[in-house]
């Protein structure tokens, strides 16, 4: 796994094969600046903050939106996955802790 992310007892991860979530974001940098911030300190094992993980959970629904709904299914299903997580993280207000490769 290239991005491991702990948040309490719950992990996660943003696989190899996933990354292409961050050049979406790329192409409109205004509207995914959590999204980016991420990808900015992928290598760094960053920490999320609590309200990040609030507003990454609207950065990943408005990214799905903009590229195809649940059309898209290889975005969806990416989506749908972190969605959970980052909720989660944020509803129990927990830390999210990142490892990377």
Same mark, same amino acid.
């Given at each position: 796994? *290239?991005?491991?992310?702990?948040a309490g007892g719950t992990h996660d991860s943003i696989g190899h094969n996933e990354e292409f979530i961050f050049a979406m *974001?790329?192409?409109?940098e205004s509207r995914y600046p959590e999204l980016l911030a991420i990808w900015?300190?992928?290598y760094d094992d960053p920490r999320i903050p609590v309200a990040r993980a609030g507003a990454i959970v609207h950065e990943l629904l408005l990214?799905?939106?903009?590229n195809g709904g649940l059309k898209n299914k290889m975005l969806?299903?990416?989506v749908l996955r972190?969605?959970?997580f980052f909720s989660?993280?944020?509803q129990n207000g927990q830390e999210i802790r990142c490892c990377s490769d």
């Open positions: 796994m *290239a991005f491991d992310m702990y *974001a790329q192409a409109d900015n300190a992928f990214l799905l939106h903009a969806a299903h990416t972190l969605l959970l989660t993280a944020y």
